[in-house]
């Protein structure tokens, strides 16, 4: 059975058991529709308390059953059963009560909960909205002002908050069955349902700026604004109609392409730290990191690993350069301080679990090591050959490359099976895709650390075979080549940058590339030349010839004011590249993005053929969170499949 019944006294306590987070899946709905009508009619119940097995009270909704049509019972006709029960319901929360899981505690009569709860309607983050009356029940419970957030703009409540706001009717410090048990034995009548509190409209204004608070941070998303609908529609209309107006909604956006988007990539950001292949193996245990080098990218590796709580020792070839490192990393700490993301004794925290030291010979007590020098082969030989004599044998070594391949690096490195790649993305304390390259000779015991290294820092790892670039700047080299033809062919790069934002993207090709600087690129395509490759004069290697790297230098492939990273149209960089552009008529928006979309997906498929990724939504994944492709899309892999069985 997924529920259970065990009778404290006259208290009946039913408990969901349905791992891993207790999903209202349809047998469990049937199961506590049925048991509403048996305790209703039991004479010596006088109260039920609802919980939840194991770490939480429950996740939500079943989103395996969000492809199918409803299936009785449904979820608002359950809450509506149990709203409508004769004995009083109490929800004990524990962990976490989301989505659905919520929406069912809002229908319970009360709710107590354990300390460090949380509480949540996260559905928009799936391109939906809460379906079984978050939308109008929360509101009606704790206000328009305080629910709102939580409704459309992805807001937790922990316990405290949940009690201050009216919520929870008590937090229960002791054993919360037992807490829950007194407290639903001292109920003598049901509270009103929450439906039928009244609701009052707070003025055109109010929604105004809930409206544009709410579209800001919904980045293009389409579920926040209807979510925020959804609840002025029970205040104009009341809260029956409310409830079917939100229905209607849900039911809609959950057949869209966007919801679709999303679903996937929540199944495959859940998966993805945790391989099936690794799910047996213990990783090393990893106390102290070293990194060595001090620079913006090693700089932010220490702070990822640092707000991961892993203590770091930070290396540097010379004293000055490490004290920049180490000015570099406080600052970071507390720039988070101050925009209110940690408070100011975290940051010194943070700040103290940092050490420096000139030279490799202070790393040799650390458990893991990750290089980050320059782009340079004989230079990352040089730093592995150094840590190879003194680091301990068991210890892990990382290197940070973009292009180059591991094997070189670690030639003659001895115990290469503690060797690996980990290809951070910079900002690397901030961007959440790590790429995991493992050696061939790498252990699994050390790809399995890189994995649950990912997990402690919050980052979405995808393992990646060896092939320059691995596999996102293997496919950004691809988007390079083929806007260089667009542009090449006569389509201006402004209309191109104009298409992608357009399509979902924060900026187009050209606008990063200004971003990061057009020498990285150039840089390569030079060492390329040099190995003797073929490698076209391109637009992009006239400009920089031109000392046009980027907004560093005031202007790339557009100008830039001193301080001002906006982009406005150069007719010297127009001049500059006049050579190489053709005179063919320009493509519209719509082709623009097929042809960009479907090279990605080109170069997605061949990555696949040659084994360098394990599936196409490794791919998705890379592109998702280190090249920003919009979520509502879901990737190029998830986008052309569709699209081809349309």
């Not at 449904?74 to 659905?100: F, N, Q």
């Amino acid at each position: 059975m997924t529920i259970t019944l065990d009778r404290h006294g006259s208290v009946a306590v039913l408990t969901i058991d349905n791992p891993p987070v207790n999903a209202l899946k349809t047998s469990v709905r049937a199961q506590l529709y049925q048991l509403v009508e048996v305790l209703d009619a039991d004479p010596e119940i006088s109260a039920v308390v609802l919980r939840g097995a194991g770490k939480l009270f429950v996740g939500g909704a079943d989103i395996g059953e969000f492809d199918r049509p409803p299936e009785t019972p449904t979820l608002p006709d359950l809450i509506l059963r149990v709203e409508a029960a004769v004995k009083p319901w109490v929800a004990a929360i524990h962990g976490h009560a989301l989505g659905g899981g919520l929406e069912m505690a809002l229908g319970c009569h009360y709710r107590v909960a354990a300390l460090g709860a949380v509480m949540g309607l996260p559905e928009v983050n799936l391109g939906i909205i809460p379906g079984a009356g978050g939308t109008q029940r929360l509101p009606r419970l704790i206000g328009l002002e305080a629910a709102i957030p939580v409704i459309a703009e992805r807001v937790m409540l922990d316990s405290d908050r949940a009690l201050q706001l009216g919520l929870v009717d008590r937090i229960i410090e002791g054993p919360l069955t037992e807490g829950a048990v007194a407290f639903a034995a001292r109920l003598s009548q049901t509270r009103p349902p929450a439906g039928t509190r009244p609701l009052s409209d707070p003025g055109p204004a109010f929604w105004e700026a809930a409206s544009a608070r709410v579209a800001k941070a919904a980045k293009g998303q389409s579920a926040p604004l209807a979510a925020l609908h959804a609840v002025r529609h029970g205040v104009d209309h009341g809260c029956e109609a409310g409830l079917r107006q939100e229905r209607e909604t849900f039911l809609a956006l959950k057949t869209t392409q966007e919801s679709a988007a999303l679903r996937y990539l929540f199944f495959a950001e859940r998966a993805a730290p945790r391989p099936a292949d690794l799910r047996d193996v213990t990783p090393r245990p990893i106390a102290l990191v070293g990194v060595v080098g001090g620079g913006t990218m090693g700089s932010g590796i220490a702070a990822a690993f640092r707000n991961a709580g892993v203590p770091v020792i930070l290396s540097e070839r010379e004293a000055p350069a490490l004290e920049r490192g180490l000015a570099t990393l406080r600052g970071l700490f507390y720039a988070a301080a101050r925009r209110g993301h940690i408070s100011e004794a975290e940051a010194a925290a943070r700040m103290a679990g940092v050490t420096g030291c000139v030279g490799l010979e202070g790393l040799s007590s650390c458990d893991l090591v990750v290089e980050a020098v320059f782009e340079d082969l004989n230079v990352k030989r040089k730093v592995f050959a150094d840590l190879g004599r003194l680091c301990r044998a068991d210890a892990v070594l990382a290197t940070n490359t973009s292009y180059i391949d591991p094997r070189q690096i670690a030639l003659n490195l001895p115990a290469p099976e503690r060797f690996i790649g980990l290809h951070f993305f910079s900002p690397a304390h901030v961007m959440k895709l790590l790429e995991v390259v493992p050696h061939p000779a790498t252990s699994s015991e050390v790809l399995a650390t890189a994995f649950q290294l990912a997990r402690q820092m919050g980052k979405v790892p995808v393992r990646s075979d060896i092939c320059e670039g691995f596999i996102g700047n293997r496919m950004l080299k691809r988007t390079r080549v083929e806007t260089e033809a667009l542009v090449r062919a006569g389509t201006p790069f402004a209309a191109i940058d104009a298409a992608l934002r357009r399509f979902g993207f924060a900026m187009g090709p050209f606008e990063m590339q200004d971003m990061a600087g057009l020498d990285i690129a150039y840089m390569n395509r030079e060492a390329a030349r040099a190995r003797g490759e073929s490698v076209p004069e391109g637009p992009l290697d006239l400009l920089v010839r031109a000392g046009r790297k980027g907004i560093k230098t005031g202007g790339g492939w557009y100008d830039y004011a001193q301080g001002d990273r906006t982009p406005h149209p150069s007719e010297a960089a127009a001049a500059i590249i006049a050579p190489l552009v053709g005179a063919g008529a320009p493509l519209a928006e719509d082709q623009i993005v097929d042809r960009l979309i479907g090279a990605l997906a080109d170069e997605g498929r061949a990555i696949l053929a040659e084994g360098i990724a394990s599936s196409a939504t490794d791919i998705d994944l890379v592109q998702i969170h280190g090249y920003g492709f919009p979520r509502t899309k879901g990737g190029p892999m998830f986008l052309t499949d569709r699209k081809a069985k349309a």
